[in-house]
């Protein structure tokens, strides 16, 4: 069955739900070679279609600036022709990577003769919950298909008209491949009720993962049947340590917080070591306030501040849990690692946490309790990214344990099989 | 803060939870050797105090016998002195296992110097949820406790005083080792608001694997906010393909199906192509026959099964679902390999197929479109078990795609956290 994606049709999400396990049945075998050719001609497709999503767009963003949405949002949702030619390279990209399935993740004989394989193979169908953005259907669709998954969307309501058009297009650029329209599809209607049918459309759809604010990913957590990935909700610390070069710190600092404010690797508050307060805020303060960072501090950081001439923001409990998402950062002076450590535990979505520090003890002390997805050791809380890991594409980033955890490529996007292989073994 | 897990405190959920969280933070650092000597005081003291354990154990028989409980739970519940030996050998023998902690999954060197690292790390606290059996209590325990988690363990209320004791004597036992005796904990009471309260404790509980039959597991998918790990629904199927050797599918059929047929990993289901179908049901009726197998065939079944004389139950939809746990099987003749997919695709629960076939193609085509956690090569459905496998210890056999799939050993009770060193590395 080949679903119809016209919005005026009475499609069901049963009827798409069940479109998508019997496409997921065919892509599982499907060669590299033949996902390659279905993304490259994707590509092409949203190229030569970019009048026409850029008319559906221009729907979009006429609706979002009625019901006054702000200008930084409406840009979000924004697709112009160059940032298309960036989504079809993306998805060039994405054709170029290693396919992830058929990896064999281990592989041993058994004393008894039995060869036992453990081969990664696609998940079958992923639900993909997300907000504004409608390059994420594109992206999500290119990264499930050459995993050899069928990718069900179900985008914002406010980016309707443009996704709606980006499936389309996708779909009809599948159908001079090998691969099955299908592969593709959009949860139809923008409805309440049709996010709770895919939330709840277990033994159908393997895997949900929610991409957007904490809200969603909460709703999402708390309705779903369907095992969920949780992604990207980031309240990331630095901690300058005692032995902290101060320099380095400084540069750390200021990386995490201010190179993009927007993102949830960016870091959203401060542990400075008493030891080294008085040194580091000496270089820090003029550094944050040259780059307009509006620091919430503890009390023992305001004193210290207030000898530099620098008046603080008194912090609350709202923001050691805040995740600013803006030129603001909480701050507060510890007496120990200990202390930092037991300040992240209570108060950090285990995202990203870093460290500055020279002492090997500190370090190993800092990386071995601290129970967050990364831990970056003299380096900046803005390398938790797929790319910057080497993945060459990330569908998000994992805070929660189970599955995965951190950045996520492709491998994340499969699970495995086991197959064991004898000549007429049995049980004695 | 240490929980008293004694029956008459008022010890609420909420307790017990954060006390777990505290436990989890400092057993995540435990070495392997903290935990391999508390894991040997554990076994030398259940031995020590079979005397009290199978005093506490009698309470629950009798319980269970005056509700009428079969013989055949009975059985599975009483704990004896050889049964107590058995179960603190095999803690010695999880003391004996390599512990997964720290294990580097990956580690390189990024193009600007920084080393990225992905380490084992425990999950934290790990919920189990099971019913009858109380070895499970001591062997969830034993497996969480070298994995550097905390075991928060939900029996069954007919095993209650049985594993309340069994509980105590490992917490007190770890009172002389260096890991905290909140290592081990158990749920309070026995009533359903405490199941919930375990489901819901998200933030609180890292994972939960129930460990029972469906409807166990049914309910704590739907009900739960916390991550699953569903385990051990197994509808097999052996395929008995064109190009089998009649004598090993007939020797693989009864073993997957009569070696013992009370466990996940036993078929239920035999396929068999229609072009060996004669040949193969002329050595195989009698064997089942002799083994006292009670058939439900199809029609197509029945009648070749009729031409040796044999007469089968008709086969209904019942039937290709059922997980019998007993000396019955579903038989149906297909005339197509991929009819036989077909069928398992529409019916099987995910754990185990095998195929019996000397083609590499139908082998090939087997074991890339069956979407199941194994696929058995001329092997016993019966292999599909964490010590079949060589895990040395099994937690439960994963049916879902995520995190983990098929037996699970002590790396399935981790997850991991990425290290990334640099020397003051910022993005540009």
Not at 56 to 65: F, L, P, T
Not at 126 to 136: F, H, K, L, S, T
Not at 152 to 176: C, H, I, K, P, Q
Not at 308 to 324: C, I, L, N
Request: charge should be negative; proline fraction near 3%; charged fraction near 20%.
């Amino acid at each position: 069955m080949t679903i119809s994606t016209d919005s005026s049709s009475t499609t069901t999400f049963r009827d798409v739900a069940l479109a998508a396990r019997d496409a997921a049945a065919t892509l599982t075998t499907a060669t590299r070679a033949e996902k390659d050719a279905a993304l490259l001609l994707i590509a092409d497709a949203l190229e030569a279609k970019t009048a026409d999503i850029v008319a559906a767009n221009a729907i979009d963003i006429e609706r979002a600036r009625m019901n006054g949405t702000s200008e930084a949002l409406v840009d979000r949702l924004t697709l112009t022709a160059s940032r298309i030619a960036a989504i079809a390279d993306a998805v060039r990209d994405v054709a170029k990577l290693p396919d992830p399935v058929g990896e064999v993740v281990r592989g041993y004989t058994l004393p008894n003769g039995l060869q036992v394989r453990q081969l990664r193979v696609p998940m079958g169908v992923v639900g993909m919950i997300y907000e504004a953005r409608p390059n994420v259907t594109v992206d999500a669709a290119a990264l499930a298909l050459k995993s050899g998954n069928v990718a069900l969307l179900r985008g914002s309501s406010s980016a309707f008209d443009s996704n709606t058009l980006l499936v389309n297009v996708m779909r009809e650029a599948l159908v001079a491949s090998t691969v099955t329209p299908d592969a593709i599809l959009l949860v139809p209607g923008t409805s309440h009720e049709s996010v709770k049918e895919l939330l709840t459309a277990r033994g159908l759809v393997d895997v949900i993962i929610p991409r957007g604010g904490a809200d969603l990913i909460n709703s999402v957590v708390e309705n779903s049947t369907v095992p969920v990935i949780e992604t990207g909700v980031g309240n990331c610390h630095v901690y300058v340590d005692a032995d902290a070069d101060v320099a380095m710190a400084v540069q750390i600092l200021l990386n995490s917080k201010t190179q993009r404010t927007s993102v949830c690797n960016a870091a959203e508050s401060l542990l400075v070591h008493s030891d080294i307060a008085e040194e580091f805020l000496a270089a820090a303060l003029p550094a944050l306030q040259a780059a307009g960072v509006t620091v919430h501090g503890d009390e023992a950081f305001a004193v210290i501040a207030r000898k530099f001439g620098v008046d603080v923001v008194p912090a609350t409990d709202e923001d050691w849990a805040a995740e600013y998402y803006s030129l603001d950062i909480a701050a507060a002076v510890v007496d120990s690692i200990d202390a930092a450590i037991a300040h992240i535990r209570r108060w950090s979505t285990g995202h990203t946490e870093a460290i500055v520090s020279d002492s090997a003890t500190a370090i190993a002390t800092f990386a071995g309790e601290v129970d967050s997805a990364a831990i970056m050791v003299n380096a900046s809380t803005r390398f938790t990214d797929g790319a910057e890991f080497g993945f060459g594409a990330e569908i998000g980033i994992s805070t929660q344990k189970l599955h995965a955890r951190g950045p996520m490529g492709l491998a994340e996007l499969t699970t495995t099989k086991y197959i064991v292989s004898g000549d007429g073994h049995v049980r004695s």
